[in-house]
Nanobody, 122 residues
Framework: QVQLVESGGGLVQAGTSLMLSCVAS????????MGWFRQAPGKEREFVAA????????SYADSVKGRFAISRDNAKNTVYLQLNSLKPEDTAVYYC???????????????WGQGTQVTVSS
């Protein structure tokens, strides 16, 4: 069993940066692929980024490629999402997820956090 707790969200201006963190409980964190998703008001939850269990492989949605960066520190049971050059359309609740059952980009992850709100003003 894995519990995930996100932090680092907030209200920022367009063009600035934020770093989100997701701390996992459980001894098997380092075994899991980790992902970040987001859900804007009135929209479906969508894939943002994912990272393999060793951190050697990453994947990004086209909408964030080149602006966001995912990383992990297995010694700290933490996965990060660095958000740069933020845009108003990045406004959403950002969720951390662990252990995808199928594709990294699908919603089919076994564990989810409660989310952290990111609001980008223009």
């Amino acid at each position: 069993q894995v519990q995930l707790v996100e932090s680092g969200g907030g209200l920022v201006q367009a063009g600035t940066s934020l770093m989100l963190s997701c701390v996992a409980s459980g001894r098997t964190f380092s075994h899991y692929t980790m992902g970040w998703f987001r859900q804007a008001p009135g929209k479906e939850r969508e894939f943002v980024a994912a990272i393999s269990w060793r951190g050697g492989t990453t994947s990004y949605a086209d909408s964030v490629k080149g602006r966001f960066a995912i990383s992990r520190d297995n010694a700290k049971n933490t996965v990060y999402l660095q958000l740069n050059s933020l845009k108003p359309e990045d406004t959403a609740v950002y969720y951390c997820a662990a252990d995808p059952s199928t594709s990294w980009v699908s919603l089919d992850y076994n564990y989810w956090g409660q989310g952290t709100q990111v609001t980008v003003s223009s």
